[in-house]
């Protein structure tokens, strides 16, 4: 069942918490909370229908994990919560966990960095060591990490990768040392603090916001010194042919909520299976209109139709974070549509 909950967005698993809570408790909790908050917490609670009592149950125990976490992290600081939850959940899950709330309880790691523009970030950490670019990647937005990306050369590129999805974590001094350095380069302040690396969910975010030449050109360099590796990114990455994992319910939803012209143009150059299951999920009429502008489109740039694949993948992000629709790669997995 933790695979399931693992799924989840936030704003659904505290809908499911609430409940469970009871409608009094609820409302008490919900006085403490912001407008917007309880506007998004509301839509969540109104979507959700019959609540499985296991999966109830499995995110009221990670609720009550994470509490005693920041607990432990209070008063005994960060080994001490390693060294508890390692003995109770195993050593993957504890930093998981630990990094989640550090994130809640201290400023952003490489908080002022993430302002610096990407493309002269990525003039800078050119001429740094590829271990140095990967523990910045790893502190960065996906779409930040993948502009960086985007502006290596094809050998760096691929190594800062590989440093990333292996990437343990780093200590205090080591992150201080790359701070100071970095904060004369593009005069800011960096903040303080342990990383816990990236990994390979780290690079398949990553690698999600690339164009499909760059995509394939690294995980074909990953296949020849790490094919295994390069298994495990791919089973987590989502791309647009992905879509054909979606049920119809949840294409329906997407299809309301991307461009018309985008939805046209991410179609030119899609498989045949993508295609039909999208034109599924429509009713005739609006499948023949489709039809109709795609062939009314005419040729056109490959760059062009990528692109707006692209944004047909982000607006489908977007209702995965919102809890709308769930995303499945090529790892497969549990398909959930709310």
Do not use: C, W
């Not at 899950?93 to 302002?115: D, H, L, M, N």
């Not at 429509?282 to 062009?304: C, H, N, Y």
């Not at 707006?308 to 499945?328: D, P, Y």
């Amino acid at each position: 069942m933790l695979s399931e909950v693992e799924t989840l967005s936030g704003p659904r698993k505290a809908a499911i918490f609430l409940t469970s809570l009871g409608a009094d408790v609820s409302a008490r909790i919900f006085k403490s909370l912001s407008e917007n908050e309880i506007e998004t917490l509301s839509g969540e609670i109104s979507r959700l229908s019959s609540v499985d009592e296991t999966l109830s149950s499995a995110v009221t125990r990670e609720f009550l994990q994470m509490a005693l976490t920041k607990q432990y992290i209070t008063t005994g600081g960060l080994n001490y919560a390693l060294e508890v939850l390692d003995k109770s959940v195993g050593r993957n899950r504890a930093v998981e966990i630990v990094a989640r709330i550090q994130s809640t309880i201290e400023p952003a790691r490489f908080g002022a960095i993430r302002k610096a523009d990407p493309n002269h970030l990525a003039s800078i950490l050119r001429r740094e060591h590829p271990q140095t670019v990967a523990l910045v990647l790893a502190n960065l937005e996906p779409e930040a990490g993948a502009a960086i990306l985007s502006g290596l050369t094809e050998d760096m590129r691929s190594e800062v990768v590989l440093r990333v999805a292996t990437m343990d974590k780093a200590s205090p001094e080591v992150v201080r040392q790359i701070e100071q350095v970095l904060e004369k380069q593009v005069s800011t302040g960096l903040t303080s603090g342990v990383s816990y690396g990236g990994g390979t969910k780290t690079v398949a975010e990553m690698l999600n916001r690339l164009d499909p030449t760059a995509q394939k050109d690294l995980l074909a360099r990953l296949d020849e010194g790490s094919p295994a590796l390069a298994e495990q990114i791919r089973a987590l990455m989502f791309t647009f042919e992905d879509l054909v994992n979606v049920d119809e319910r949840g294409l329906q939803q997407l299809v309301q909520a991307v461009e018309q012209k985008d939805l046209v143009l991410s179609l030119k150059a899609a498989s045949e299976e993508v295609v039909a299951k999208i034109f599924k999920s429509m009713s005739e009429r609006t499948a023949g209109v489709i039809k109709q502008e795609i062939e009314f489109l005419g040729p056109v740039r490959l760059r062009d139709v990528e692109e707006a694949q692209r944004r047909v993948v982000g607006a489908a992000r977007k209702l995965e974070e919102s809890g709308e629709i769930i995303l499945v790669g090529r790892g497969g997995g549990d398909q959930i549509v709310a």
